[in-house]
C-alpha cells in the first residue's frame, strides 16, 4: 500500500495443503482477473507458480527459496530459517528441558530471511523499497503486529 495506495489483494483459500491442481486454477482465477503479482504457500504452490510463469506473472515466494521453481519470476522468497531455534531447542534438551517454549522466528533472530533472484529482472526501486523495508523493521521503525 505503500507503494501503491489503490492496490487491491484478493485471497483465496483453496483448503487442500497439496493439490497443486487446486492451486493452479486458483492462481488462473486471479490472473484473469488481472493480478499483477502471485503469492502462495504450502505444498501446493508448484500449481500456482507454474500459472505466473506461463503467463509471465512475477511471483513472491514463501517458506523457502522458490527461485528454481521459476527463475524468471520468483522475485525474491521470505525463507524460513528453523536453525536458530533447532540450536536452542538442542540447548535446551542439553539442559534437561523438554517442551514448553514457543518460538516465533523473525528479521532479527536469523530465522526469517529475504532470498532475491537477480534472474527474475525486479525493479530496482522495489528491491530498495523490500531492503528499506526490513532494514527498518530491524531498526523497530515499522512495528510488526502479532
Not at 483453496?14 to 504457500?41: I, P, Q, S, W
Not at 522458490?66 to 528453523?82: G, I, R
Request: charged share 20%; net charge positive.
Amino acid at each position: 500500500m505503500a507503494v501503491k495506495p489503490d492496490a487491491r489483494v484478493n485471497v483465496t483459500r483453496t483448503g487442500d495443503f497439496g493439490n497443486a491442481t487446486l492451486a493452479a486454477e486458483a492462481a488462473n482465477v486471479h490472473l484473469k482477473a488481472g493480478a499483477d503479482v502471485l503469492t502462495g504457500t504450502a505444498q501446493q504452490v508448484v500449481g500456482a507458480i507454474g500459472m505466473a510463469q506461463e503467463n509471465n506473472v512475477k511471483w513472491l515466494g514463501t517458506q523457502a527459496d522458490q527461485a528454481n521453481l521459476a527463475p524468471s519470476v520468483v522475485v525474491c522468497s521470505q525463507v524460513y530459517d528453523w536453525l536458530p531455534m533447532l540450536k536452542d531447542i538442542l540447548a535446551q534438551r542439553k539442559n534437561r528441558v523438554k517442551g514448553g517454549k514457543a518460538y516465533d522466528g523473525t528479521l532479527k533472530d536469523g530465522a526469517l530471511r529475504m532470498a532475491v533472484n537477480p534472474k527474475a529482472a525486479a525493479p530496482q526501486e522495489a528491491l530498495d523499497r523490500m531492503r528499506k523495508t526490513q532494514a527498518d523493521i530491524l531498526a523497530e521503525k515499522i512495528q510488526i503486529l502479532p
